[in-house]
DNA sequence: ATGTATGCAAAACATTTGCACCTGG
DNA sequence: CCAGGTGCAAATGTTTTGCATACAT
């Protein structure tokens, strides 16, 4: 049960955090919103309040349960930290993300902070692209500009 | 003159915009919020509003004269598009940000893109670490010019 | 002259916080 | 029982917008 890593985070098992938790988890490589946890929790009946989403959601990432990420937009989107880092390629169109790792890249990052004197700590790493799937709205499409 | 630039991206040339221009030419590499530019101009005897800031920079993006970035805190800094791509790396205590470009991770990434089935676009990868300047760890004035 | 730009104030956002009430351990 | 958690409303901080006036062309 996710009770454990409730607990271990030093907060008490409630029920808004066990169904952020949940949520979360059946998210995969989905990233939420805080009003998307929201709306998604009141549709299913829980009585919650938006700022316990927030509160709560910040305490997770305090306890590197989860991962927030500032997209281009003015917004915040979180994802269950499972363990591994990795970057996001990100399709313009539809949305989509995907997520992967390149050692060459790692290593370089490493190289370029130790150059320019920084002692690395995290980073990140966004593609921004085209999807080629038949259902984005973009398929086939070239870079229209205008 | 900048002049050009502005009715190239088909405005008028008028005081704010010459003066915003100005200004991030003379910033270099430092990237500015628009709060930060409009204190300055005030501070220079202009007589801007806040609110025209934030409009002629949103132009200014979408006519690709400046680029806009959402570092990790909540609000946006900008610079003048001076053609070639770069990365950050930006100091996570003092905020000082240094500008990078790496081939070897500019070629992974699209071969990553190829491969994951996205036609790549732009990219972002900010790494934070702490820099090694002496005046650093404590806030302090971040007006490093490097 | 005329369509744009502007400054100001107010609105719209995402997010945080104060507070009185609830609840898990 | 009581520290910590919650919902709500109000506050925040950033960015946008409505509107009447001012200005570039």
Known sequence: MEDKEIRK???KVTAPRLKILELLETCGEHHVS????????LADGEEIGLATVYRVL??????GLVERH??????????????GHH?????????????????????????????????????????????RDPGCPNHGKADNKD
């Not at 805080?34 to 929790?41: D, P, S």
């Open 9 to 11: 985070a030093g907060l």
């Open 34 to 41: 805080a009003e998307e946890i929201y709306r998604l929790l």
């Open 58 to 63: 910040t305490q997770f990432e305090a306890a």
């Open 70 to 83: 500032r997209f281009e937009d003015g917004y915040s989107v979180f994802e269950l930290n499972r363990g």
């Open 87 to 131: 970057d996001h390629i990100v399709c313009v169109t539809c949305g989509k993300v995907k997520e992967f790792v390149d050692d060459t890249i790692e290593q370089r990052q490493r190289e370029i902070a130790e150059d320019k004197g920084y002692e690395i700590g995290d980073h990140s790493l966004i593609i921004y692209g085209r999807c």
